[in-house]
């Protein structure tokens, strides 16, 4: 976080710490974006701090941001033949497959094995259910979805749970 682009946004376009605020915001030019990119590690947002503009593509947000979560797959279908209750349209079914693997160094036991799991959670088939999806998707992509940790239910370690995003798993 020490970098010179860095430096330059931090005091408002001057390479000078002391300067006045007074004077207007660099531009994107003058701040590079792998600066900036290092700088949101610390923010929860990823967009510009002056403008609240995103500063990157979903593909690029989907390279920059990982979770821990294992090695998996990611499926879904469409079925008008099913219904989530409280909807009258079809549903959505998500198909997650995660195969037993070693952990790896940023898992909780590096070098020992975590079970696998296979989960199912289902959406409803309509404009809403359809942007959710494109959202656990990039959730998944990103490694947010599951993690390897001690089940809450079984209080087993080295299984793969739930992660940060939670779905619904019954119709």
């Given at each position: 976080m020490k970098s010179r682009c860095l430096n330059i946004f931090m005091n408002n376009g001057s390479t000078h710490p002391n300067r006045d605020f007074s004077v207007s915001k660099p531009t994107m030019d003058e701040v590079q974006r792998a600066c900036l990119a290092e700088a949101m590690?610390?923010?929860?947002?990823?967009?510009?701090?002056?403008?609240?503009?995103?500063l990157f593509s979903e593909e690029e947000r989907l390279n920059y941001?990982?979770?821990?979560?294992?090695?998996?797959?990611?499926?879904?279908r469409k079925s008008d033949t099913l219904t989530c209750s409280g909807y009258s349209c079809g549903t959505i079914t998500i198909l997650y497959?995660?195969?037993?693997?070693?952990?790896?160094?940023y898992h909780p036991s590096p070098g020992q094995s975590h079970q696998g799991t296979f989960r199912t959670a289902f959406l409803p088939d309509n404009d809403e259910g359809n942007k959710l999806l494109t959202r656990l998707r990039a959730a998944f992509l990103c490694g947010f979805t599951f993690r390897v940790g001690t089940s809450l239910?079984?209080?087993?370690?080295d299984q793969v749970t739930w992660g940060s995003v939670?779905?619904?798993?019954s119709l």
């Open positions: 590690k610390y923010s929860s947002t990823m967009t510009c701090p002056v403008t609240n503009i995103p941001i990982r979770g821990d979560m294992p090695s998996g797959s990611m499926t879904w497959k995660i195969s037993r693997a070693c952990q790896k160094p239910t079984t209080n087993i370690p939670h779905h619904k798993t």
